[in-house]
Every structure is written in C-alpha cells, then in structure tokens.
C-alpha cells in the first residue's frame, strides 16, 4: 500500500497566514454579533415594545409639535405631537412581520416552482416558467397594487401580494441552480451505486442548491418591508392606529423640510434592519458551505 | 548578458486575497536566448502557469503581484511598464498561445476579425492587407479552406483547427517570444502530434524564441532545446534537453522521468511513482521543498533550502545531487519483466463476466431525421478478473459505451448480459439491486463527489443502500477499513472534500466504488485529471486491488501508454465502433487496423533526437451526427479506396482473441 499523502513539517508561511487570516476573521464575527444583536433588538421591539419605547405611540404632546430630537423625545416628535422613537418602537411589529411573512411565502413557493420546472424539465417547465414570465411582466409594486386593491387591504392580503410580486426571482434562480446540479458527476455517481432518485434529490440536489436562495431572501425582505411601506403609502397597506414603517416613512415625506426625524429614523431602522439580516445570512450560506465554515 | 531575448531575475509573485498572502513563485532565474526553445515543466500548482503569465503581466488580472525582481525583454524591465506601453508589448513582443483553444477566442467574433485586428492594431496595416495576411498565415499553419475559415466563428471550428488559428495569430505580428502554455494538453494524440509538428516547423522558419509550458516530459523532449524543472514555485533543474534525459541531476525530475510507463515498464506489476502530493501554497514545507516526497532526504535537507547550484552547464537544486548520481540505484533498469503473467490469463479457462450484444445508443439532435449514433452496434465480452482497456479520441463514444453497459444511460438497442442475465429491461428496482455488483470510478475526483457531505458520509452511501440493516458501529469499521485499503488515513473520515488534493479524492472514490465489493467497475478516465506522479500511485491502487478482491476493469482512457500498462485487452473505439480489440501487447506489437497503428505512432515518446516524425494521422475524427459512408474510418485513412466508401467492413476476427473492422487489415 502507498503511503499517505501527508506532509507533516512545521511550515513557516502557514503560521503568517494564521496571523493575518486572523484579523479578519475577527472582524467578521464581530460584524456577526453586532448584527445577531440588532436582530434580537428588533424582535423584542416587535414583541414587547412597551419595554422599549418610553410612551405610548398613540400619546400626542399638543406642546411639543414637529420638535427635534432631544433627550425627551430621542427622535422628535411628528406634526401630531407623537414621540418618534416610539412609533419606530412600536410599528416594528407590522413592518417585521409583513416582510418576514412575505419572503417566507414567496421564497417557498417560487423555489418549489423553481424546483418542479428545473427538475421535471419538458412540459412542466415550459409551462410553469411562462407563467413565471406572466408574472414578471408586471412591475413588482403594480401586481402587488393591483393585488391589494382586488383583495383589500388586510394583513393576509398585503402578505399575499408582496410575496407574489417575489416568486419569480426566487424560482428563476431555483430553476438554474437545479438545471446546473442535476447534472453534475456526483448525482451520477450516485446513480451508480443504486440511489433511488427521490433520495438523491433530497440529499444531493436541494442541499447543494439552496444556499443562494439564503442570500436573496436576506436582500428580499428589506425589498418586501418596502413594497409594504410603498403600498402604506398608497393607503393599500394594514390599517391601524400603530403606522408601519412604511407608513411612516411616507408621511414624514411631507414634512421632510420642516421635521426631517419624522422619516429619517423609520428609514434608518429599515436600513438598520435590512443590513443585519443581510449579513446573517451571508454569515449563514458561509456556514453552510464546507470550504467556508469558520473553525 | 546582452545577447539574451529575456532575463528573469528573482521574480517571486504572491498571490492576495481578501484574508491571506500566498507566495507561488518565489525568487526564479532564467534567461531564453533569441530563437531557443526553452520548457518549463512541472505539475499542476508548481507555479509554471503563474511564472509564464507575470512575464506578460497578465497575473495581475488574477489577484497576483510581482514583489520582486525584473523582467527583461530587450532592454525594458516589464515589471516597471506601464499598462500603456504594455498593450503594445503584449501580442506585438510576446504572443500566447492557451491550453483551452475553445474558450481563447471570443465566440462572437469570426476567426479573421479577431486576427485582423491584432495585425492592425500592432502592425499599423489596413484592412486589406490585414486581411490577406490572415488568410495566408491560416494557410501556413495548415488550415485547409483558409478563406472559409476566415468568416467561421470559433465554433464552428474543431479542437485541433482552432489551436493552428490561434498560432497563426501569436505569430501573426512576428514576436520575439511566443508563450505556449499547455497547447496540447486539451488535444487528442494524434492532434497534438500534428500541433508539435507545426510547432516544430514554424520554429524552425521563424526563429522566434518560445517559451514551452508542459506537464509532459515527452511533449518537452520533442520541441524544448533546455528544460527547467518547477516544483512548488521553485526552479529545481535546468539542462539542456539531452542532458537532462541521458541523466536527471535532480530526485524529482528522476520521478517524473520515472513516472512515464516506457515500454520496458509496461508488463512491470507496478508503475515507479513519486510519495505524496505537491505541498499547497499555504502549506510549504521548510527546507527543501521536495523533502517530504524525496526517498534520499537527509536532515540537511529538511533544515536548509538547496540554492540553484552550477554543475557543468547545467544547474540543480539538490543538497546531495552529486553523491546521488554515483548511486547505482538512481538511473537503474527497472526489475525484469515479467512476461508469463500475460500468457497465463490467455491459457486459463475463462468465464464471461459481461456480454454486450450489438448494443447501440443513439441520441436524438435538433435538425430532423438526424442522430448522433454515439455507440453503434458494439458488441464484446469482457472476462471476470480482466482488465479491458478501451481507448481512441474524444468524440468516439467511448464514455458513452461505458454508462450504456452500466445502463446509466438507456440503451436505444442491444443487450448487456451480467453474469449471463440481461440487465437492459430491468425494472428500476431490480436494476439498483444490480448495482451493487457493478461501480464506477469517475474522471473528475473534483465534481464526483458531494462537496457538502463528509468523506465518511460518502462512502457510507452505497453501503446504507444495499447493505440494509447494517449496525452503525459494523458501518463505522467498514468505513476505517476502506479508508486504510485505499491508503487514506482513517481519522479523516470527517472531513469535507475539499480538504483533500485530486488524488486523495480519487482515493475516495475508489474507497467509495468498492464498498459493497463489487465484481466489475468501470474506470472511465479515472486517472486523467491527475498529475503524473499521482497518476502512477493510483494505477498501482487499482492494480492492487483487483489482486485483492478479484475485481474486473473496463478501464477507459486516452493516454495509450497507461492502457497498455493495465489493461490485459484493448478494444479500440472510432465514431461509436470497436475497430479493434486484441490482447494488449499483441495489439501494441502488431496492430492490424489503420487507426490503432495510427494511435500508437502519436503516442507521446521521450524523443532525444529532435528528429520530425512523420505525422501519423491528418484531420480530425468527424462528428458522429454525420458519419462517413461506409467504413466510418475512410475519410483519414491513407489506404482507403472505393471499396472502402461503399460498404461497410465487418468485425471479424483474423486470429484468436484479435478481431479487426478493415477491408485491408495490415499485415
């Protein structure tokens, strides 16, 4: 028998290599634990706002009308008199739950119509993808409009509008990285050993496929909180005394020279948001990924 | 100094990425004089490529930086220029010629576009004269039609027209040195016998200096007038070619050299390799470089890097390279052959593992009424405990006739007998339980295995399919043993593909494809994509292990000198037919069918002559959507007639075990 393809000497470059690697990879789990926090931040806010914000977001201070921040009031006040920061607070509910909601259903059901067309390939794939391309044709924000308007506005149907508008992006890129993995030698190699092909597609296609959707789903859901925010602003979103984000954002439009707080920190906290998420889950497709998984 | 065409002095390029520092060619010398054919040769990840492209600069547009040292052409350093007079050096000064032929030219541009505007761009020639150029050059370089040609895009052109189409632009505006890196390695033989050919001839003709970059010592033997050896980003040899053949100065290139099956090895039960792998860039060992692999390594070696050191005319890097010669070990013949072994599996009794009956495979194409016959009515047998090599150019259906016996691919006709039962009609289920008696091992140890699961996971697949009820510790023991039996070590059963080179991966596979002991793999490629060295290492694992366990190859390949080592018979395949399959030294030693003898003449020598063969084969194989009336062969055959055009020869066979598809079968 050979021998074993091992070097064992001590080597001079990897020990600089570790050194300088090291930085790095510092930097990116403390981008990682800043992000983890900024999360849980926003979750709590959603949950238990009332331990985050100092007064109710319906409370109006006649006194105090369109005033910047200050250390009473940390992100001013609005033409109402309410307290920003605790509208921010409190409206983190709606904005978080819509978009999470809504890039779970569309990322779901495009990557499972991306799936059945990559996979099935032939007639299905023609026709589901036409239907995609139906879809598309229609820009995002109209067909959720459009949707909204048909359907009302309530929670559910603001959910069903926006991840409509996403499902094709998801199942396109499903589609290709399904075409792409089905063919690759290690699916034939386990064709050849005997692998029954629902088994081979459970455990060699859909793990090698996913991860890429990790990534657009991270991007989409800063898209879907503004879809909503966009549809807020057409007065198509979720009526309540709390306002989203989005509605938020839209109605400090008017206000942008006399009280530029109004808007700015609901779109901060988008941003804020957007951001950690997104780097959650590039954090998470690394983790997924063998060649890249922080030791 | 002055009457040198290139000076490399110290270079050393590191590569950066976003968190590491990788050095890939640290601090090498050498200098090309006007009109000489210099060769760098090495495995992959020895830093030849590298060195070749940050002489054009061209490894900046990969992450690399040249830290030090020049480069003189003429008497400009190229590491100080400007990316503005570079472009003007660039194509004008040093022209490159690619490995990958297909993806070097832009495939929206005709070939004469993409030539014509080199020459106007360096050569200040309008269109015109640009273009008439063009077609003569295309001429010189041996490209029939030469005006058609000119309006063809690159796809429409073969492999072996589009490598002449790209010499005939790096000589277009007449450079002083033409880099080649790999410009044979995507070709089949008898292709790159004609492109050596060409090489050879325009060298001559032009006296332009090349700079000749190979794995392939015998590719190196038959054009390179000196040789330098890299390994691991170091220049450990350099000698004129004659030198280095007659006696290598280096443990290494004595590996390499050693590694080649020549003819005195081919019946030899196993194949000189050299330990291990090359040492990753973020993994170098100190001292010597080569010590981990090197069988004479001493503790100076170990402790101090051996300089570049002058020994008449040519220099070394090798602590103890004189005593070394005086071995009588270092050049020594190997053992005797042994030569019963052949005959005695021709006398033995001999039962038929697997029967391919007139088995075909068409595969439907867009345009009406058309198919691609990649397989046409094959039929052999192959013997339990053989080995049937089966070899001939890309494009002949070899891998095809391959999946089709193991019926990862349908069948349009035929029938595949296992052990005397068809296995063609199979229901889906009866056909996985079959499985577990035939494997395969595949080309790409990169691509075959699931980068997402562990090694353990992946050789556990097969045995959790057909071993049901296996207890997970009998499980945990089945795989520790494959894993040794392969000559990996057993404590890495949990890591992730990635972690291992190529040829640890192919150890994997092969682990993987004898898990549930089988009786009969199929090797398709199996040793193609690994560098030399591994390449023997691997060979001798399976030969090992058909020893052990009785197993029967179908081993697939290109390179002939290897299928001939292994195999006990050779069938070979044209445009989806065995036109000849005999014993293997038997049909080596006389072949009776054009092509085989055509094959075997390309076959890569070590050439110490620098003496022109006669190309053995013109053209290329046609496209088996269209095949030649009659015998398929006719079109390249320089004995074909009428008779040949019109019908369609049958495999007969003209001796025992020695069938031939030919009208004329060669005395």
Known sequence: ?295 | MMDNLLTVEGLTVDFKSKSSVLNAVSTIFFTIKPSETICLVGESGSGKSVTSKAIMRLIEYENGVITKGTVTLGNRDIVKLSNRVLINIRGKKIAMIFQEPSTAFDPVFTIGQQLVEMMQRHLKLSKKQAYERGVQLLTRVGLSDPNVRMEQFPHELSGGMLQRAMIAMAISCNPDLIIADEPTTALDVTVQAQIIALLKELKEEYRTSILLITHDLSVASQLADRIFVMYAGEIVEQASMEQLFSLPYHPYTRGLLQSIPNEHQIKQKRLPSIEGTIPTLAEMPAGCRFHPRCAFATEKCREERPPLRNFQGRESACWHIKELIQKPEWLVENDPVIEDEVDYRENQEREVLLEIKSLHKYYPIKQANKKIKAVNNVSFQIFKGETVGLVGESGSGKSTLGRTILQLETPTAGDVLFNGQSIVHLRKSAMRDRRKHMQMIFQDPYGSIDPKWTIKEIIAEPLKVHLKGISANEMENRIQQLLQVVGLNPEWSSRYPHEFSGGQRQRIGIARAIAINPSFILADEAVSALDVSVQAQIINLLKDLQQKLGLTYLFIGHDLNIVRHVADRVAVMYLGKIVEMAPSEKLFQDPKHPYTKALIAAMPKINRSHITEQISLDGEIPSPANPPSGCAFRTRCPFATEHCSREEPDFVEIAPNHSVQCHYALN
Not at chain 1, 203 to 219: E, F, G, R
Request: with cysteine; aromatic share 10%; hydrophobic share 55%.
């Open chain 1, 1 to 295: 028998m050979q021998k074993l393809e091992t070097i064992k000497t001590k080597s001079v470059s990897k020990l600089k290599l570790k050194r300088f690697s090291k930085g790095i990879l510092h930097l990116e789990k403390m981008m990682l634990a800043a992000a983890i926090f900024i999360i849980a931040f926003f979750i709590i806010c959603a949950i238990v706002p009332h331990w985050v914000a100092m007064y109710s977001p319906t409370k109006m201070f006649p006194t105090a009308i369109l005033q910047p921040p200050s250390f009473k009031h940390l992100f001013g006040t609005d033409y109402f008199g309410r307290d920003v920061f605790s509208l921010v607070v409190y409206g983190s509910k709606t904005s978080l739950l819509l978009g999470i909601s809504a890039v779970i259903v569309g990322g779901f059901i495009g990557a499972l119509i991306g799936t059945l067309a990559g996979y099935i390939e032939g007639i299905v794939d023609m026709i589901l993808m036409r239907m995609i391309e139906i879809i598309q044709t229609i820009p995002s924000v109209l067909l959720a409009l459009a949707i909204a308007a048909v359907l009302g506005s309530s929670f559910t149907n603001l959910v069903i509008a926006i991840s409509v508008s996403a499902i094709p992006t998801y199942a396109r890129v499903m589609r290709g990285q399904i075409l792409s993995i089905k063919n690759r030698p290690y699916i034939l190699a386990s064709k050849s050993i005997g692998m029954r092909n629902s088994v081979i597609f459970l455990k060699h296609v859909l793990p090698n496929a996913y991860s890429p959707l990790l990534v657009m789903a991270s991007n989409g859901l800063g898209m879907a909180i503004l879809t909503g925010a966009g549809l807020s602003f057409l007065g198509l979103g979720v009526v309540s005394e709390i306002p989203d984000w989005g509605f938020l954002l839209s109605q400090g439009r008017n206000y942008i020279a006399a009280g530029w707080w109004i808007s700015t920190f609901p779109g901060l906290a988008i941003a804020l948001f957007v951001l950690a998420v997104n780097i959650l889950g590039d954090s998470l497709r690394d983790q997924l990924d063998p060649k890249k998984r922080l030791s």
